[in-house]
């Protein structure tokens, strides 16, 4: 019944504590999922690790013309480091979307990937924009692919004692430019029905020659889906194009019916969705 | 095992408490501080009615441990009005008559609060969206979005 | 914007239509105001239910031995607790209530209904012990099948939730049990010679989800009873009185031992017209010695307290090519949920109220399923069949090419129209709204591309009712007013108002409160539209006797009889002969001598406020869809309304707006989501979506007084009515922007998508 709390100071600390956990641990980042989970007995962590003590977790850095981006930076943080925000608006964007404003206070990429939910927003953002997650754990330091962290509802390719530490994001090529859009119900509050996170690159001529597209809430994880972008390069993202994108973009999910939507409509809605993500980032690729 | 002691600024006082792990800021402040102002609406984070600022960031209170808050400085409704002064948008709100049943004022306020301390001349779409995370059952809003609008026009001419 | 539509010249009154401060404001911008969870008694427990997980099962035994040996746990109650009730049917307000069903529903018997029912509940010294105390009840279920859809409860062979019920209002009675507990019928005329005149006949089935009423404040009371039996609540609820009458029902005790206080009230909306906790806070009070604190989770809230009804219905219009509407005929089935008491009746009154009809028919069924009891919400039963209703009329419109609010000017209702449902009206104001509608500027706005625009109108009765309200003159000339029925949306403010107009006084000289029930007689509850009205009648009336004592008592001084004084302008002073022969008195100065000249002055108004008058409106929305994902943005939004007199505008603004976000929610995103478990799958506000800021525009008002003339100041309850045009305002205005017809709610996106799909793929869309 009684749950312990932990602030370690360093990464080494909060490994070593998940390491000598025996029951469940978990890890606290901003706890906007993770308090709910506990709240209604969804999860009942013997031990919590706040990791928002580590300064290195709280950090948006400079690193290889882009930005390593502490796990635990808050939404509002990120929306607040005009750099980063330039660079990579769709990403920022995605992240803001989590929740309210209220939320944007607390929550963080990092938590929004561990939660593991296949409608992350910032997952399929983070994806699209080839993100590398840090994890850490008792065996040191690997960069993994944000696409390869998630495996399904609430599974993780996390060994027991690992966290993620940060997310690197990449230099972004010129003339390169990223999008994320979601359909809610409503315009703010809800859990994504689906969510597209676009980046593409264009040459001098505006032809497209890299595309990345990644779909979210249309499968058990966040799938980035080489078709979709396959129809983009090479073209100058014209009519033609788009169509050969929605098509791939539908043809890529495998959905559930539930409260939040039918398989036909996340289909539909993600076709949609990649058409007017992909606008958006040709809108910024092209005045990069 | 032995709760938690947890020393904090509680609108611009030192407070000291004990909590458990899975006490929430909002159960601190409502059952042990007696800051009542400051409701339960849902406690997941979906309603808004425990806005509270935890150093300057707005957050719902129901979605942070009370073991967190050590060393912060939180602002809570309590903390709002200056002496016997109340704060622009305290008056704007009844002037307005921008609540009915009044539960969901101090989340609004609070973060309202919070919006014009950023931006100060913000358009109806700003409000409506920085506040989506505030739910108001009896207004329709529309009384609510008026008020915050005319406080920050007060406070820019003040 | 808001606008007033006024023809009278300068308003006859200093405060009656002006916009004061609310006497509670400030309280409630500080954080002071308490609400019902906001009350800490000395040494209290924490009280929690243990709620069924099953939709359906007998209870085979309870075995709670366990839980009571767990240290920190002080009392547990089960059925055991509860002495059963006769099955007895009472008016409780604008629903019936039949305390068999009552007692069952705050702590299960021999079967648990719905999934989240009531089972036990424990006290204990933590939140933690309480909830280690649940866990430890062991509570054996026979799981029985169950049903949740209003049809398929209907059909034969359906799990019965109450092998005794047997169908109210059949001749001859049924021989079998069934789920149906009662049909009503409402006629006048006769429909089949009425069709056979129509030019034009649109029939049309609906359906409608459960949605809940949404208030922010979760169910929440504190109860202590001590060791000589008398008892105190501090409950947050729309109506005090009914709280200690139901109590006192359930636990078998004299009414006088239990001392109810209404919290301040965080949202009600009709959800907080019946009782849930509180006899279980006091059973758990009485066994532990201690005072017991409860409060329901939101997830309990949605689970466990009343939604309003889902139902499926049925309209037919016949007219006349000229508009002349000849025959209406309506089949509404409504969800009760686990027990008897869908709004299914008033539903029938109102379908077709706004319009003065000779030949009208309808039939309702009220049917129970395994999903929580309904409880009142705005206007019960109204707004599902105005939202069919209103559909079909703008069918008939578009069929006999004729403008929509033509139509309904045509067939309104009006002064001495009567009603299918009986009564013949009074003055009532729908022409004007309609003739408001036309004339306003969102009428004639040009639309953008995917936009559509609507109208309907919409009827409420509004209800009266006992009420008792006093006034005592203080010593210093200032005044104490306390009323009986909660607060919920700026009442205080209004008698204060209607106060100070009576006593021709500043309105700072009069404070008002909300008085425990031993402090008046009975008060029925806030509801029905009726704390305004009747509690400003009582109002009116207690003033009316200060005035009336504060003139005897100068008489007295005066040494005149009391007739030959009068009270003018705050003040009495001799009137006819005798005028100027002393100084006026005012409040203040008589206040000074009522110790000498008879002692305190006050008066006390109790009455049963007759003369209710309903409130029409129409409301103009326009929408717009997203072709590609099915999702509708109301754009613009304007609800005319007759208020009879609006006493604060603000707040009478803030009721249509209020009852119009409300009805947005319900007609695009808000329902409950059953799982094929009979389990709720979104108890939250994250799944049960109402509208948030950024979803809605400003809603614009118009304010249209027809005065009420049976009420001091022409006042007409305004509450429930603005929730009922809007689901048929949006349908309609959704069906001019895609020229599909959606007749099923909610309008999700999901729905309209495949719809809209539907019909392109027929070319019948229009986008």
Sequence with gaps: MDMRYEAPKSLDQAVALLVAEKGEARVLAGGTDLLVQMRTDVVEPALLVDIKGIAELREIKDEAGGFRVGAAVTGAELKEHPKLKAMWPGVVEAANLIGSTQVQGRATMGGNLCNGSPAADSVPALIAASAKACIVGPQGRREVAVEEVMLAPRKLSLAKGELIAS??????????????????????????????????????????????????????????????????????????????????????????????????????VAGVLARRATQIALERARKA | MAKHHVAATVNGDGVEFLCETDETLLDVLRNQLGLTGTKEGCSTGDCGACSVTVDDRLVCSCLMLGVEAGGKSITTIEGMADGEALHPLQKKFIEHAALQCGICTPGFLVAAKSLLERTPDPTETEVRYWLAGNLCRCTGYDKIVRAVLDAAAEMRGA | MQEKVKDAPASPFQWVGSRPERPDGVDKVTGRARFGADMAMAGQLVGRVLRSPHAHARIRSIDTRAALKLPGVKAVVTRDDFKDQPSEFIPAGEMMINYRDVVRNVMAREKVLFEGHAVAAVAATSAAIAKQALKLIKVDYEVLPHVIDVVEAMQPGAPLLDEGLITAGVEPAPNKPSNVAKRVEFALGDIEAGFKQAEVVIERSFTTKPVHQGYIEPHACVASVSEDGQAELWVTTQGHWIVRAHCARLLGWDVSQIRVTASEIGGGFGGKTVVYLEPVALALAKKSGRPVKMVMTREEVFRASGPTSGAHLRVKIGARKDGRIVAADAELKYQAGAFPGSPVQPGAMCAFAPYDLENVKVVGYDVVSNRPKVAAYRAPGGPIAEFAVEQVMDDIAKAIGMDPVDLRLKNAAKQGTKAAYGPKFGPVGLIETLEAAKAHAHWRTPLAKNQGRGIASGFWFNIGGETAVSMSLNEDGTLSLTAGTPDIGGLRASLCMMAAEELGIDIGKIRVQIGDTGQLGYNFLTGGSRATFSSGMATVEAAREVIKEACKRAAKLWELPEDAVEYVGGAVRPAGPNAGKHTPMSLKDIAGIAGKTGGPIAGYARINAHGAAPSFATHIADVEVDPDTGRVWVVRYTAIQDAGRAIHPSYVEGQYQGGVAQGIGWALNEEYIYGADGKLQNPGFLDYRVPVASDLPMIDTVIVEVPNPRHPYGVRGVGETPICPPMAAIANAVCNATGVRFTDLPMSPPKVLAALDEARAKGAAKI
């Design chain 1, 167 to 268: 997310f690197l994001l990449p230099a972004r090529p010129p003339r390169a430019g990223d999008a994320y859009l979601r359909f809610i119900p409503r315009t703010e509050m809800d859990i994504a029905v689906v969510g597209c996170g676009v980046c593409l690159t264009l040459d001098a001529k505006d032809v497209c020659t890299a595309a990345r597209v990644s779909l979210g809430a249309v499968a058990e994880r966040p799938l980035l889906v080489a078709a979709a972008a396959a129809a983009l390069v090479g073209s100058t993202v014209d009519a033609a194009a788009l169509d050969k994108l929605d098509a791939a973009a539908r043809a890529a999910c495998r959905p559930i019916d539930d409260k939040r939507g039918t398989k036909d409509y996340r289909i539909k």
